[in-house]
């Protein structure tokens, strides 16, 4: 009786270490599921970090990739600008001189025109007769001249008023002077005025004897 005590004794306690030993197992396990619970944990942290750093160095990448397109196409939208306007110069400079071109070969057929009409008159310059107002060449540069050194004499206020009232008349740029004046003084004044604007100058202004 004695020795089946002792190996009931013996039975329980081993018993008691088994529990032991399955509690020390699933704790040992437990643990180490936690351990590699923490390290997947860990892993994925790292792996979203890389993920978010590579992410920001393309985001980066495409910012850096889209302002060198921009500053390209900028420059490119410039130098098109400027070789356009460089064009359209060139293009309006042409017209300029076209139209140069054209006013010079209008005023050339003015005035030889003009020298036909005036040799078909009975006294015109044709016949050797002195131009008269009638005479006035009608280009545009002979009408300026005129109206140029009328407006001077015109202006001048130590001229008589009979000396205001000459005749001015150009053709091909040579000035005729006609009419009377009160003082030799004023014929000088009138003929310098008339240096001012033409080298071609016929002065028949007289003084006025009465």
Do not use: W
């Amino acid at each position: 009786m004695r020795n089946y005590k002792l190996f009931l004794a013996s039975m329980l306690l081993l018993a008691g270490c088994d529990r032991d030993s399955k509690d020390s197992a699933k704790a040992s396990a437990e643990r180490a599921v936690d351990r590699t619970e923490q390290s997947a944990d860990r892993a994925v942290e790292v792996a979203k970090d890389k993920a978010e750093a590579i992410k920001d160095r393309i985001d980066e990448n495409a910012e850096a990739a889209k302002a060198r397109i921009d500053r390209n196409a900028e420059a490119s939208k410039e130098a098109a600008d400027r070789k356009a306007q460089a064009v359209e110069h060139r293009g309006e400079h042409a017209v300029e001189k076209a139209e140069q071109g054209v006013e010079r070969a209008e005023n050339k057929l003015d005035r030889a025109e003009d020298r036909i009409d005036r040799a078909d008159r009975p006294g015109g310059p044709g016949n050797n007769g002195v131009p008269t107002a009638g005479d006035q060449s009608e280009t545009t540069a002979d009408r300026e001249l005129t109206r140029r050194l009328r407006q001077a004499v015109v202006e001048d206020d130590s001229l008589s008023l009979q000396a205001k009232n000459i005749q001015i008349i150009t053709i091909d740029g040579k000035v005729t002077l006609r009419g009377e004046v009160n003082t030799e003084a004023e014929r000088a004044a009138i003929l310098a005025k008339a240096k001012r604007f033409a080298t071609q100058i016929d002065n028949r202004l007289t003084l006025d004897k009465n």
